[in-house]
Nanobody
Framework: QVQLVESGGDLVQPGGSLRLSCAASRSIFSFSHMGWYRQAPGKQRELVAVVTTGGGTVYAVSVKGRFTISRDNAKNTVYLQMNSLKSGDTAVYYC??????????WGQGTQVTVSS
């Protein structure tokens, strides 16, 4: 059973930064792409950023220029560097891996709260 474990969520002031980590229980090369999603209270889960095995990236318009997704293949870990955080970024952030058979694997989520 594949496990994805997120960490790094915290309470941060507006304008601050956080780095989220998603550690996989197997090689991340087994996933065709991995991504970060978020869900705010009362809202649907939405895409934040995706990175492919080849290193290609896609970002939501709302985070482009502020967030950076990256992967460390040796550590089987995907990161989300979040800068210039806003109150609207407050949400539970989830990591998702999709394998070649299009099976999705989700982590348990990590809470990010942006508030003064």
């Amino acid at each position: 059973q594949v496990q994805l474990v997120e960490s790094g969520g915290d309470l941060v002031q507006p304008g601050g930064s956080l780095r989220l980590s998603c550690a996989a229980s197997r090689s991340i090369f087994s996933f065709s792409h991995m991504g970060w999603y978020r869900q705010a209270p009362g809202k649907q889960r939405e895409l934040v950023a995706v990175v492919t095995t080849g290193g290609g990236t896609v970002y939501a318009v709302s985070v482009k220029g502020r967030f950076t997704i990256s992967r460390d293949n040796a550590k089987n870990t995907v990161y989300l560097q979040m800068n210039s955080l806003k109150s609207g970024d407050t949400a539970v952030y989830y990591c998702k891996g999709t394998d070649a058979a299009r099976h999705d694997y989700w982590g348990q989520g990590t809470q990010v709260t942006v508030s003064s």
